[in-house]
């Protein structure tokens, strides 16, 4: 067999489905896709689609494993939280050994306004692996901007859903909601739990869609919200053409990108059920994190590798990364938390 007949028999299953076949498994194969995200969902919709054969995978995460993520973000096991790896590096090494076939690109980073753009720089489709609305909105706003479509999904409890967003042919997130939720005012998997399994089911239907759109089959994706509680055994598919036609929607129909334009969404967040506080600062100093365990090892615990430092001083955990982004633990109030990053970091 040639090598590309080696690499197609490794999609068999999914070529002998007739929808997809071999010519959709060869745009699978050249296709693109930012996985933004890589907790609970994200880690399962890029499992499944590196599976699938997609050729390159973007991930982007902020966050660092602890061992409480091993319930329900599959890619994950003890030894990841015990090397202290960043999600989207420990993602990218397992999914390397999943499929050496395709190119796995791990992306360290806080997704903003600013650097977007450049996350979604040649991909075909973004699926959704966050947690949070202000980023999600944000996706919105780039998707409509650049005409790549996303992937909606969330979950909280045993309930979840999920919608496909195809600019100017589908209802976008703001038709739905005209802005995010207020902080605290929604709950979270920290406060309200969630069901292992809903995880799966919601993941697996956003990579469903994902995949008919790098196949080509944009007539096959589902054009409703899909809500979905597997406790009380309940589904719902709710149309929002009307949505759509209406054309009130201020980001389809007058292009406001309120989240794009850096008009919405905050640089600083506190994370709910961890009592922490992340920090964020738009000049993007880059930070030598050799250097600042050499400055902090006299003053607690501190460990160090290329892509994160933690360090325990007195009732407080840092967690910093080399763009100057840290994560302060043991407070929820922003003013502590600057307060510590300026005594133990810098200005």
């Not at 720089?121 to 998707?143: A, C, E, H, P």
């Not at 309940?234 to 209406?246: A, D, G, M, T, Y």
């Not at 892509?307 to 407080?316: V, Y």
Request: proline content about 5%; aromatic content about 4%; hydrophobic content about 40%.
């Amino acid at each position: 067999m040639t090598s590309s007949e080696t690499s197609l028999s490794r999609y068999a299953r999914q070529t002998c489905y007739a929808p997809i076949g071999t010519a959709g498994q060869q745009r699978i194969l050249q296709s693109r896709i930012l996985v933004c995200g890589c907790g609970a969902l994200g880690s399962v919709l890029a499992n499944t689609l590196a599976r699938s054969g997609v050729g390159h995978l973007r991930i982007v995460d902020r966050d660092f494993l602890e061992l409480n993520n091993l319930q329900r973000q599959v890619l994950y096991d003890e030894q990841d939280v015990a090397s202290g790896l960043p999600k989207a590096i420990a993602a990218a090494n397992r999914l390397r050994k999943i499929n050496s076939q395709i190119e796995i690109e791990p992306v360290v980073a806080d997704v903003d306004h600013r650097n977007i753009r450049e996350l979604v720089q040649d991909v075909d489709v973004i699926v959704d692996g966050t947690d949070n609305f202000d980023i999600r909105f944000l996706l919105n706003d780039i998707s409509l901007e650049t005409n790549i479509p996303w992937v909606y999904g969330g979950c909280i409890g045993a309930e979840g859903q999920t919608m496909t967003v195809v600019p100017s042919k589908t209802a976008c997130l703001r038709c739905l909601m005209a802005d995010a939720p207020p902080p605290g005012t929604t709950p979270t998997c920290d406060t309200a739990g969630i069901l292992g399994p809903i995880i799966n089911v919601i993941a697996s239907m956003q990579a469903a869609e994902a995949l008919k759109l790098v196949c080509g089959k944009e007539e096959a994706i589902c054009c409703d919200l899909r809500v979905i509680d597997l406790w009380d055994n309940r589904l719902k598919q709710i149309n929002l053409q009307p949505l759509l036609e209406s054309k009130s929607c201020p980001a389809c129909f007058q292009g406001e990108r309120l989240w794009l334009h850096g008009e919405r969404g905050s640089q600083t967040a506190v994370l709910c059920g961890r009592n922490a506080v992340q920090l964020s600062f738009p000049e993007r100093s880059e930070i030598s994190l050799p250097a600042l365990a050499e400055k902090l090892a006299r003053l607690g615990n501190v460990t160090v590798n290329p892509f994160l430092l933690k360090a325990t001083i007195d009732e407080f955990q840092l967690s910093v990364f080399p763009d100057g982004r840290a994560i302060i633990g043991g407070t929820e109030e922003i003013s502590v938390a600057k307060s510590v990053y300026a005594r133990y970091i810098g200005n």
